[in-house]
């Protein structure tokens, strides 16, 4: 079956980095977009990136763009977010998703067909 698996959360102190992956099994990687999602407590799931199948494309909500750089790597089934100057506002558990190759890039999450668990990330002031 479809397997999205994100690592590399933690907890990190404010202006610090982390790069988080997500390994994909069950499907043919290539065949799809990837996004990049979030969710804090108490509020909704929010876009933070997406990457079309090639990563020859990428869009970035605006509170991360210039922090933060999604990319992939076909050939390891796996994409990746790496996440810099991170502040408290960052903190959220964070998810990734897929979506057909042969569909736009989206920045909504109902548009995604197929998520991971989640990774937590958590910045401290």
């Known amino acids: 079956q479809v397997q999205l698996v994100e690592s590399g959360g933690g907890l990190v102190q404010a202006g610090g980095s982390l790069r988080l992956s997500c390994v994909v099994s069950?499907?043919?990687?290539?065949?799809?977009?990837v996004g990049w999602f979030r969710q804090a407590p108490g509020k909704e799931r929010e876009f933070v990136a997406a990457?079309?199948?090639?990563?020859?494309?990428?869009i970035y909500s605006a509170s991360v763009e210039g922090r933060f750089t999604i990319s992939r790597d076909n050939a390891k089934n796996t994409a990746y977010l790496q996440m810099n100057s991170l502040n408290p506002e960052d903190t959220a558990e964070y998810y990734c998703?897929?979506?057909?190759?042969?569909?736009?890039?989206?920045?909504?999450?109902?548009?995604?067909?197929?998520w991971g668990q989640g990774t937590q990330v958590t910045v401290s002031s």
């Open positions: 990457i079309a199948w090639s990563g020859g494309s990428t």
């Open positions: 069950g499907l043919l990687f290539s065949n799809y977009n």
């Open positions: 998703a897929a979506r057909s190759r042969y569909l736009t890039l989206s920045r909504l999450r109902n548009d995604y067909s197929f």
